[in-house]
Nanobody, 117 residues
Framework: QVQLQESGPGLVKPSQTLSLTCTVS??????????WSWIRQPPGKGLEWMGV???????YYSPSLKSRTSISRDTSKNQFSLQLSSVTPEDTAVYYC?????????WGQGTQVTVSS
């Protein structure tokens, strides 16, 4: 059973960089041909896919967030991470990590991130 767990600060100040880590257990992030996504849900809105890192380390980002988003990984810890720069209050959301693109079969529980001074 694959399990994902998000971790990181729950409060970030405007203009700073939001950093979250997803720790995966029960499966390797380097296993072909899986991909690992970051998804968020602002209050009162739908899910927004942010980007993905594939089993081979390649990354793809949502065009609307590409300029501010970076996804990386630490294979020794079986973790992948999200960095979102220059945050504003509009980046307040529950952030999820999940396996897959589009069709996500395993999800983390989500972590609330609030952008506020």
């Amino acid at each position: 059973q694959v399990q994902l767990q998000e971790s990181g600060p729950g409060l970030v100040k405007p203009s700073q960089t939001l950093s979250l880590t997803c720790t995966v257990s029960g499966g390797s992030i380097t296993t072909s041909y899986y991909a690992w996504s970051w998804i968020r849900q602002p209050p009162g809105k739908g899910l927004e896919w942010m980007g993905v890192i594939a089993y081979d380390g390649s990354t793809y980002y949502s065009p609307s967030l590409k300029s501010r988003t970076s996804i990386s990984r630490d294979t020794s810890k079986n973790q992948f991470s999200l960095q979102l720069s220059s945050v504003t209050p509009e980046d307040t959301a529950v952030y999820y990590c999940a396996r897959g693109i589009g069709h996500n079969d395993y999800w983390g529980q989500g972590t609330q991130v609030t952008v506020s001074s």
